[in-house]
């Protein structure tokens, strides 16, 4: 363990962890919101390798990967990437778990023990329709800083979908 909120607890990512992100990602390819996010592959091993790298990176600052955990079952996951404009967050939890607040109490704690580490920037990109993504971040104190045209995604003529991001940024040192 790693951290400890009230109602969560917060490791590192480990190997072991593939089959629960599996399901987190069929879960969310599945989901309205999966337009707006790199197609997850859902094959076993490839999410076993892709875990197996992430839980080798959770050596140091560069990359930190972290489950979110209610009681022993993995409900979602954080990832920090550093950038040259801060640590970057990524994450997504299954949605048998949305709506209850475990995202907004992992990512302060999260955020918090972070900070002692001497990190005090973070960004993250989410599209501007992705409301309960937003909503999270402006909950933790991100400020939307600019916006951007995304595509991950053509439609049956081979054009691409673009819908509009933004680009959130979070400063602990003002």
Known sequence: MLLKTDRLTIRHIVETDWKSIKEIWEDFNAS??????????????????????????????DHMFFAICLGDIVIGYSAFNVRPDGHEIGYCFHSVYHGKGYAKE????????????????????????NTPSVSLLKSLGFKLIGTEKVSFYKDEQGNDIIFDGGIFELNLVQ
Request: glycine fraction near 8%.
């Open 106 to 129: 992992s990512h302060r704690a999260l955020i918090d023990y972070i900070g002692t580490l001497g990190i005090t920037k973070f960004t993250a990109g989410t599209a501007l329709d």
């Open 32 to 61: 309205m919101f999966s337009q707006y996010d790199v197609p997850h592959n859902t094959d076993d091993e490839d999410v076993s390798k892709r875990i197996a790298k992430w839980a080798s990176a959770n050596n140091g600052t």
